[in-house]
């Protein structure tokens, strides 16, 4: 099955400074890459994905890269603000059906 | 209110006795699944519903079960809880038969077997 690592597993950054997650995946079917942001006590959202035909998307402040030759893709959040500050997930999809997550970042901007 | 909803909330239980979570959406989606968040490991995909009737096995469907009647409900069962399903789940729904979809968590359950 697809087996999705993910680094680091805690973040800290100075506010206004920028965040990076990288993610590996396993299986080379996958071609559907989310990020998942969940806050204290709440439950996961959907911040941004990326599929495999396109190396580069961007929202505002996030960002994330797709490298499909090294099966590995990228978070990036640029100008950390306070309200960034939770647990983010990558996830991938070996199949059409199925949606396999890494264990997560706590990232924690500081003031 | 489009949304995903999860009952009970929060549940303890003994190693043994059956229960039910119950999932259900109001957006007319395809697309459910049950995930297991345990520290250390993210989420797990227990199972999954592409239509009606119709449920697959994720990474961790041992000592669970789901059942798809309706389009719109798709409850978690654990025949016999024992500790190591102690976790938090939850329930998640997309509009595509697919998971190249958002796909739209419920709040949650944090069940604890004794």
């Known amino acids: 099955g697809e087996n999705v690592e993910q680094h680091p597993s805690t973040l800290s950054v100075q506010e206004g400074d920028s965040a990076v997650i990288k993610c590996t995946y396993s299986?080379?079917?996958?071609?559907?890459f989310p990020w998942y942001k969940q806050e204290l006590g709440k439950r996961p959202q959907l911040i941004i994905d990326i599929r495999s035909n396109v190396g580069e998307k961007k929202d505002q402040r996030i960002a994330v890269t797709l490298n499909k030759t090294a099966k590995h893709f990228s978070l990036h959040i640029t100008e950390t603000q306070p309200e960034d500050s939770a647990v983010y997930f990558c996830a991938a999809n070996p199949n059409d059906y199925k949606l396999s997550f890494g264990a997560g970042t706590t990232v924690t901007v500081r003031a | 209110e489009a949304q995903v909803t999860q009952n009970p909330r929060y549940l303890i239980t003994v190693t043994g006795k059956k229960l039910t979570v119950t999932c259900s959406q109001n957006m007319n989606h395809e697309y459910m699944s049950w995930y297991r968040q345990d520290p250390g490991l993210g989420l797990r995909q227990i199972y999954y519903?592409?239509?009606?009737?119709?449920?697959d096995k994720g990474d961790v469907p041992e000592g669970y079960k789901v059942s798809r009647k309706e389009k719109r409900n798709f409850p978690l069962i654990l025949e016999s809880p024992s500790p190591n399903q102690t976790s938090l789940y939850f329930c998640?729904?997309?509009?595509?038969?697919?998971?190249?979809?958002?796909?739209?968590f419920g709040p949650g359950t944090r069940l604890l077997v004794l």
């Open positions: 519903s592409m239509n009606v009737e119709v449920t």
């Open positions: 299986d080379s079917a996958s071609n559907y």
């Open positions: 998640a729904s997309s509009r595509s038969t697919r998971t190249q979809e958002t796909q739209y």
